[in-house]
């Protein structure tokens, strides 16, 4: 099979935040939170936040999915990413930062509210965090997302805890697929900065099966 899971290194990191910044183009939202320009600031932020997660956070756990039959090294034939947090213990949560070239206020009356769900639906019970999620838009479509997710419903499934995330309306249905429940919906108003719908959100969770 030419797709296979394996470790993300600190080195897989400039692969990996290209495929992020690939994966959020067709996001119809994308020029509203987004809108740019983005200074080398912005970038040398979001790097910088995810060397700290990769050294620091002990609850943090990276996978990638890399295409065997590209030509290259494991960084080059990276088709995707994914991003765990195993909370056993009530996580600290605190806002996120949002850099030049974000629309703040759109990006914290969404991100805000997305906080403010998490931490009354799960913020203070053991579970097993879905962050992120990104597949190159070239490659969506040959199961690395599927692998991605069982991957980290292994790990909630070997404590014994449920798996909790965020899905876009892209990615809904393919969680649903994999055995994720709807607990909740945030939709955000962003009309005042142009968007013509609600920005929806799903909250969603997965629980282990009993042994």
């Not at 897989?12 to 020029?31: M, Q, W």
């Amino acid at each position: 099979m030419p797709l296979e899971l394996r470790e993300f290194t600190l080195a897989d990191l400039s692969r990996g935040l290209e495929i992020e910044k690939l994966a959020y183009v067709p996001n119809p939202f994308t020029p509203f939170l987004f809108p740019g320009p983005f200074a080398e600031e912005a970038n040398n932020m979001r790097s910088e936040s995810f060397v700290k997660t990769l050294e620091e956070d002990k609850t943090a756990r990276h996978v990638k999915v890399i295409d065997t039959e590209i030509e290259g090294d494991g960084h080059e034939q990276m088709v995707a990413w994914a991003k765990v947090h195993v909370y056993k213990e009530p996580p600290e949560l605190t806002p996120r930062v949002f850099g030049p070239g974000s629309n703040i206020e759109a990006c914290e009356k969404l991100w805000g509210g997305l906080l403010a769900q998490r931490t009354r639906l799960v913020g203070d019970k053991p579970h097993v965090y879905l962050h992120m999620l990104q597949t190159h838009p070239t490659h969506q479509g040959r199961g690395a997302g599927t692998m991605l997710i069982q991957w980290a419903l292994r790990q909630a499934q070997e404590l014994g805890m449920p798996a909790y995330l965020e899905a876009s309306p892209d990615g809904h249905s393919l969680y649903l697929k994999n055995g994720f429940k709807d607990i909740d919906l945030l939709e955000t108003d962003l009309s005042q900065w142009g968007a013509k719908c609600m920005h929806k959100i799903w909250n969603m969770i997965w629980y282990p099966k009993e042994v």
